[in-house]
T-cell receptor
Framework: EAGVAQSPRYKIIEKRQSVAFWCNPI?????LYWYQQILGQGPKLLIQ????????DSQLPKDRFSAERLKGVDSTLKIQPAKLEDSAVYLC????????????FGPGTRLLVL | DQQVKQNSPSLSVQEGRISILNCDYT??????FLWYKKYPAEGPTFLIS?????DKNEDGRFTVFLNKSAKHLSLHIVPSQPGDSAVYFC??????????FGAGTILRVKS
């Protein structure tokens, strides 16, 4: 069974530029999550989708971050414009409807904002 | 607010000995706890979990203990192997809601 796929793996941009990350969850997993992991901290949930609907986006900085999950499969997370403090690893995870607490993570995208 | 705390940033253990990783939480609503392991340049992988109705769960070399009155859980790895060297994250959730992660503990198993 293929795991969670993410791209790109690394991205370097300058502040005020925009960037987008892509995630393909495990086949059949209805729930998809985006996390931000700043160096030295644990992952922090940004947004949770159930199929293509948003379940929780309470910690998503909506003035600059947006995410969508069209057709309930792939998802994209966008930052526009980026700030220095957005430098982090962005992790995508997915889980099965019947076991949402066991989440499977992708390798992450490491973002550096200069 | 840090609802899940891993107070030891790192731990070093000799191969074959026991590794004990600790985690404290403050939210009494948490009813499900998980441990994830993370290697460099990879995403976290699920290791073991425990529901609040239990005080112990075992899976091979890995055992998680939960002390609800102390709001404390620990992960025991026996015997420790060099391949166990990784960052270990404790996570908790309340009634199926979002996972809240600790900051992680770096485990180094020396051969």
């Amino acid at each position: 069974e293929a795991g969670v796929a993410q791209s790109p793996r690394y991205k370097i941009i300058e502040k005020r530029q925009s960037v987008a990350f892509w995630c393909n969850p495990i086949s059949g997993h209805a729930t998809l999550y985006w996390y931000q992991q700043i160096l030295g901290q644990g992952p922090k949930l940004l947004i949770q989708f159930q199929n293509n609907g948003v379940v929780d986006d309470s910690q998503l900085p909506k003035d600059r971050f947006s995410a969508e999950r069209l057709k309930g499969v792939d998802s994209t997370l966008k930052i526009q414009p980026a700030k220095l403090e957005d430098s982090a690893v962005y992790l995508c995870a997915s889980s099965h409807r019947d076991d949402q607490e066991t989440q499977y993570f992708g390798p992450g995208t490491r973002l550096l904002v200069l | 607010d840090q609802q899940v705390k891993q107070n030891s940033p790192s731990l070093s253990v000799q191969e074959g000995r026991i590794s004990i990783l600790n985690c404290d939480y403050t939210n009494s609503m948490f009813d499900y706890f998980l441990w994830y392991k993370k290697y460099p340049a990879e995403g976290p992988t699920f290791l073991i979990s425990i529901s609040s109705i239990k005080d112990k769960n075992e899976d091979g070399r890995f055992t998680v203990f939960l002390n609800k009155s102390a709001k404390h859980l620990s992960l025991h790895i026996v015997p420790s192997q060099p391949g166990d060297s990784a960052v270990y994250f404790c996570a908790a959730s309340a009634h199926g809601n979002k996972l809240v992660f600790g900051a992680g503990t770096i485990l180094r198993v020396k051969s």
